[in-house]
């Protein structure tokens, strides 16, 4: 007989009820039809912009007109025209130490510090390492490659020197060795290669440098050294005249030593460039080395010389100079940053010819700068590359993609007016390559908020990057005169008007911006400039306490009501008598409590003079908190705007705030413990490492005395017993290295919330939440359904004084409960079926709760600048696992609700184009009422641990998914992908998911990027379209893509670099130099170096890796019929201009037989009839 069990009944029962609900779940699901699948989505990096991280070395083609930057990480950089960029990466990471192109044949050698080289196939659009070569025993200092040669020197530093043949990577067995090319006589080691180069004019001679100071000219073909050149003094770099009998050298001394190839046993000059020249004749004192020189020739007049480095030691801090020597002149150009590297670019690639300089580029550790040596002071090229990312500290980044068309034209016509002037007339110099035929037209725009309080716009539009518009915030506020002053207010060390978070309305072009001083500017876009005015201010004190005076009635069970009459803005006659007699330094005086406390005080001072302000973003309204009771305020964690509404919400861990910015007045000022209601089941509890006194059972009274409400009343910590944050721990370190650099005080004692401050026209107001206003307006007093339980908070121990640890005073700083996200939009306030949506905004805490405010907006546009508006508390929505982090709405065919918005027009304009542009103003049609007891919206949220989407009205979980349970999501966004929408992630573990809207079904989860960096965690965000970037690099930004249809059309948008260019001519030796000799000689290294004459190198020394794009490569450079005809005709032109060379040559010769043939019969005819005796 069959055993019976009970356990299976009941997990049948239980799979039974699962399966039941999965049903009515799919049900629900096929509600609501999606189109997004997996196939839709791919994820890949697309490109880099900014400046390459610690650039190490530079090289330059000058027929392709390609420059090449690399980097101490191992990256390499390519730049040619402006928008055509490229970056790879050689997988060790080891520091680039030299790079070398191979002219005008698409191909780059990269020497790395790991003593291995590598050649790159540029022929293809995302270049490829052909082949490798790590070298076993000798460390690699220097490469040399001549000019249409594939045999490549490597010197050691061992002082040997080693031959490549860059077409096959094998070496040569010819070798110089050190000890064979200094003189036998010598005892100590030359040291390591410094320099290698060919004599222009005889390329069998091979010049030599060692860092002791002794030069050696080699003979290829004898194997021996002709001559060597010995100085005293190290060598840091050697250059040649163009017709190969001097050349110069650079000295750690600061002197310039030139010779005469053929008299070694002195140099011919002496120099040094910044000595000074003692009166009696001694030689100069010393100076800085001089790391670089060049030495460049010119038909028509004296050469350059280039150098870098040479300052006397006298010159303590100034900065790094370029000095350019041509003929009697001198001149010193300061570099802001120290310079890594320069090149002289010339007009041939030819060194045996007179060079040509037309232009020296400057490679910088934080910047590139090319400077025109054809004009008078040399000034330098504009830049068109987005290099100046970095110029201050990148703070916070928001990315926007298919943006309103006329947008990238506005921005871009009020910022060409801040250009710099002074700049060459001429041409950017480096205009190699071409751009992509990508099929991507819409707008793109990056904003980035940098730490000296500049905002940047970008154009990202077709994977290009250009700055738009630049936008300075910390004009808005009195600079800090001395040290005192600026540690009197500021809560952080350095960098006060650092960004912290944006937010921009691109169809309003309203833009909302929070700095870490705790304030918020808003500002408006107009293409016309404002007259000069004050600066409107607003002064916000929130604390997390409650106060006896402004607390809610307890009496009895209440619903979420109306607020009561907001008093719109104060007028100049509404001023208190007592706001004369408060301090103020252009607004912003101080009000020190009884005890020498700071209080009322804000963190930067408003600037006291009227602003005047230029077209492009004018500030609108300022709005600052002030220190409470000696405690400053806490940084703003979120924010939103409505141009709609006319509103800004913002939040922190003490709670949010409400701005009217068009009445300019505070609407609503609550702790977060305050936006929940009487019954609401996810009431936060204090948890905080503090001991706890005896729970209060009421709110505080007044009879308790002064300090009661100190005790008592303390903000909503989120517990660390709370079963959703089973990773508290690990997620608060993260959280500590995320913040921003401050300085905060390590008390959180306050006092009760009591008043917050109006400042328009530089005046103060002042409203009290006791419901006695200190003017005539009515104060802003809000009804929210609250309960006893509501205020049963853990109180301070009295056993910790101002002077605890700092540990458990930042334990006890993260365990508040902070606002971090609010959303706009137009949905039902109640959760009864007959209701009708309306404008609200949803506010999202770092401990997952989710509550809706209701707006009450007054009837008509002509009635909003004169009647309050009122808002009220919905109660909680939703409660989810970790902090807040987007919300959205979808309407029910799962389309998103985008929140409204007012069109903009120019606030500068006429009052005929203002009234015409105000009578079209709209929101978006409301979404349709709740019909038949059925959801018509969605409400999608998701947190740092998981997503929910919730049907509205009836505020009922439709769908819920775990994201992760190990890690948690930095950044979330619900973007819009191929027609419909899906939720974008990117985790701290670095995965990047995508989930469905509304069933979220995983679409995309992939390991793209482990959180290496906070500076990723800073800056990561996604954009409509399947597109997202992140600061990769102090000074760099990686935009990646996650959909797959620009991941098949990338190879198309990406720019390339090689284009099929004729060779430059080579310079006409004339016909003596032909007919006699004494041109440029040439030599058949392949005689030399090959392995018949040579032999085999050691199987030792070095190992040949080929390389991944090897085979690919070569199918890349070699396939496509144009490539191929383009490559024949390149053929056929130098197979042609070879045979014309030896045409000439031919007829050179038969010239001079016709010649010699007359002269002869002339001689001939003159004397065959004489006797020889009459000769």
Known sequence: MKKFNIRKVLDGLTSSSSSAAHTGAAKENDAVPESLQSEHFQLCKTVRHGFPHQPSSMAFDPVQKILAVGTLNGALRLFGRAGVECYCQHESGAGVIQLQFLINEGALVSAL????????????????????LKFNRERITYC???????????????????????????????????????????????????????????????????ECGVVVLWDLKSKKADYRYNYDEAIHSVDWHHEGKQFVCSHSDGTLTTWNIRTPAKPTQIITPHG????????????????KVEYKTTRAGDPFMVLSGGLSYDTVGRRACLTVMHGKSTAVLEMDFPIVDFLTLCETPYPNDFQEPYAVVVLLERDLVVIDLGQIGYPIFENPYPL??????????????????????????????????????????INGGNWGQGTQSYPEIVITGHADGTIKFWDASALMLQVLYKLKTAKV???????????????????????QTLCWCPESRMLCVAGVSAHVIVYRFSKQEAAAANVQLLEVRMQCELSDTDSPDTGGEQTPTQASSVPPSPQEGDAPATASSQPSAGGNGSNPSSDGQRDNMPCLQVRSSPLKQSPGYQV????????????????????????????VVFGNSNGMAVVDYLQQTLLLNLGTSELYGASEPYQRQPCSPRKARQPSGALCDSSDGPNAAEERCKSPNSGSTSPCNSDDERKAKFIKKARMSRKISSSNEHKPNTECHSSPSRKRFYYTHTGTPTSSRKSVKLAFPTANSDHNMNSKDNSFSRSRSSSVTSIDRESREAVCAFCFCETFPRKSADGVPGPCVLVGTSQGSVMLLAISLPPGDDQRLIQPVGISSCGTVARLKGGILTMALLDAAGAALPASYEPWYDPNASDEEKEKERSRWRRPASPPSSQEGHDSQFAVLCSEKQAKVVAVPSQTRVHKHNITESSFVLRADVVQMAGANCIACFCANGHIMTLSLPSLRPLLDVNYLPLTDMRIARTFCFSSLGQALYLTSPTEVQRITYSQETCDNLQEMLSELFTPVETPEAPNRGFFKGLFGGGAQSLDREDLFGETASGKASRSLAQHIPGPGNMEGMKGAASGVVGDLARARVALDERGQKLGELEERTAAMMSSAESFSKHAHDMMQKYKDKKWYQL
């Open 113 to 132: 510090a790991d003593d291995s080289i590598h050649l790159w196939n540029l022929r293809q659009k995302i270049p490829a390492i052909l082949h490798s």
């Open 144 to 210: 040399h490659l001549p000019f249409q040669s594939k045999w490549l020197y490597i010197g050691t530093e061992r002082g040997n020197i080693h031959i490549v043949n860059v077409e096959s990577f094998t070496l040569s067995g010819y070798v110089i060795m050190w000890n064979k090319a200094i003189e036998l006589s010598t005892k100590t080691h030359p040291g390591p290669v410094v320099h290698i180069s060919d004599n222009p004019m005889d390329e069998g001679k091979l010049l030599i440098g060692y």
């Open 276 to 291: 000074k020249q003692p009166k009696d004749g001694k030689k100069p004192e010393p100076c800085k080395p001089i790391l």
């Open 388 to 429: 100046s990312i970095h110029e201050s500290p990148v703070t916070c980044c928001e990315y926007f993609a298919d943006c309103p068309a006329e947008l990238i034209p506005a921005l871009y016509s009020v910022g060409s007016r801040q250009k710099r002037q002074g700049y060459s007339k001429k041409d950017w110099p």
């Open 477 to 499: 506020f009195e600079k800090a005169r001395g040290k005192e002053e600026k540690a009197n207010t500021d809560i952080v060390d350095e960098d006060p008007f650092a960004i």
């Open 620 to 647: 609108e309204l300022v709005v600052q908190l002030v220190w409470v009771g000696g405690e400053p305020p806490q940084p703003i964690t979120s924010l939103a705007i409505n141009s709609s509404y006319g509103l």
